[in-house]
């Protein structure tokens, strides 16, 4: 039944936002924040009171109040821990940046620069001159530009050599990268048409020979960066596939993904064929992603020949996915690093947390389990384990590498998911995942153990709502 008398009892929002706390949160959040928020406890409140409940205390409406304005300001992108064992996490924001990096975008920042301006002459410059000297250095590349990310890099690519025209592509790598990026789609977007050849596991220089016509644009090759075919496979070389294009006087993109600048089996890891290789094999244009294993902000590079690049930058396309002043400066200060390979993997933070060895990481945990059992409490357990990271955003999908961390069991199910969502919760987060009815904190991502156990320290009281 309706209580209109309690209705009538809720105060207005001029009466709540003239209360001393409240006007106290004005001063906090603002005038307009707090009354937004005054309103929306009220509707809320009133519509519990038609729902048959009781008039609330106003100690309790002024709490809710709070509480909403401090979860508004809370932000959802705060610094968390990634404890997930997946380095270049897509939905943790991949690469994490390079001191260096976060210092160059910092200045592009907060002061105007000479994003298209040349200072030797004074005259118009181009954004990509910050970084074509610096690619081409890195690549052995003629030219090189820059877009928004690698599925846009991709996408101008096609539209400019294939549009109207036919692409080619072995059946094999027509891949789907996640986040709806499938080759098929965007050659479509691109205005491309798919030209498919060979077969899932196998296809030959015959294939691509048999599909060449006057109609063809393109041959696209693309790195099945997030899987592997093993067994009985065949798949034409970028060497081989570079010369059949030459023969048939069509040019040869190929889409590395992730796209490595430093051959990674110097620090122990899988091999993944470089930019520079890709490019000396014969590639016309290779494109590859800026924040994968190369360790920047979000990119996505387009390197290669002069007369290709420059009809890339002639396309109107470009326009509309270009990278602004705060990126480039971030790209150009992390691929600096690599001129200087031999402190590289101290510099660059995600090849200093792939290159990680386990007994390292394994120390980390032997030394945080007992903190970390404590600051828990009695009806959980912490213990060490070993796991096994990924690189992630689909590098090296097969090769995981030796990890350890510790593995968090609660006293049941519904116990452990209240202990996720309270990590979760936390002023910085900590993100691990839940495995065999336990949460693994894989330990390789984690640089600041005094920070995450004063974060961990701010848990709820064990057993507590
Ligand atoms: C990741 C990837 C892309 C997309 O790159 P983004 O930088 O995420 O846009 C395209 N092609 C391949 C082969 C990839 O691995």
């Not at 309103?39 to 519509?47: A, F, G, K, P």
């Not at 592009?108 to 200072?119: C, I, K, T």
């Not at 610096?134 to 549009?163: F, H, K, R, Y």
Request: proline fraction near 5%; glycine fraction near 8%.
């Amino acid at each position: 039944m309706l209580d209109n008398s309690a209705l009538r009892a809720l105060p207005s929002v001029d009466q709540t936002l003239n209360i001393p706390v409240i006007v106290e949160a004005v001063g906090r959040f603002g005038r307009r924040a707090v009354t937004t928020a005054v309103r929306n406890v009220l509707d809320e409140r009133r519509q519990d009171i038609r729902d048959g409940g009781s008039l609330p205390a106003i100690a309790l409406i002024t709490a809710s109040v709070l509480d909403r304005l401090q979860g508004e300001e809370r932000s959802n992108l705060r610094p968390l821990f990634n404890l997930t064992g997946t380095v270049l996490h897509t939905n943790l924001g991949r690469a994490i940046l390079a001191e260096a990096a976060i210092s160059a975008a910092v200045d592009a920042m907060r002061e105007a620069a000479a994003l298209e301006f040349d200072l030797d002459t004074g005259r118009r410059g181009e954004r990509d001159d910050h970084l074509r000297a610096l690619l081409c250095e890195l690549t052995g590349a003629e030219d090189a530009t820059v877009v928004n990310n690698n599925a846009a890099a991709v996408l101008i690519a096609l539209n400019t050599l294939g549009a109207g025209r036919e692409a080619i592509v072995s059946r094999g790598e027509l891949i789907e990268i996640g986040g709806a990026f499938r080759m098929p789609d965007i050659m479509a977007r691109a205005g491309v048409t798919l030209v498919e050849v060979g077969t899932t596991n196998r296809t030959h220089a015959k294939d691509y020979r048999a599909a060449l016509r006057a109609g063809t644009g393109l041959i696209l090759k693309v790195h099945p960066s997030n899987y592997r075919i093993e067994g009985f496979t065949a798949e034409v070389g970028g060497r081989d596939l570079a010369a059949l294009a030459r023969e048939a006087g069509v040019p040869l993109l190929n889409d590395l993904g992730s796209g490595t600048l430093v051959d990674l089996s110097i620090y122990d890891l899988a091999k993944e064929p470089t930019v520079r290789e890709t490019v000396a094999e014969g590639a016309d244009l290779v494109t590859f992603s800026g924040d994968k294993l190369l360790g920047g902000p979000q990119a996505g590079f387009i390197v290669g020949r002069k007369d290709l690049v420059a009809a890339i930058n002639r396309n109107p396309m470009k326009r509309a996915l270009r990278v602004d002043k705060i990126r480039i400066a971030a790209l150009a200060a992390t691929l600096k690093l690599y001129r200087d390979p031999d402190r590289l993997a101290d510099r660059l933070p995600t090849l200093r947390l792939l290159a990680r060895k386990e007994p390292e990481i394994a120390a980390v945990a032997r030394r945080l389990q007992p903190l970390v059992a404590a600051l828990l409490g009695p009806t959980r357990s912490v213990e060490v384990c070993a796991c096994r990271s990924q690189i992630g955003s689909g590098a090296l999908p097969i090769d995981t590498l030796p990890s350890a961390g510790l593995r968090l069991r609660a006293a049941d199910g519904h116990a452990l998911n209240r202990l996720a969502a309270d990590l979760r919760a936390l002023p910085r987060p900590v993100v691990g995942h839940i495995k065999d009815d336990a949460i693994v904190f894989d330990l390789r991502c984690l640089e600041d153990e005094p920070a995450f156990l004063q974060s961990l320290a701010a848990l709820p009281p064990n057993g507590m709502a």
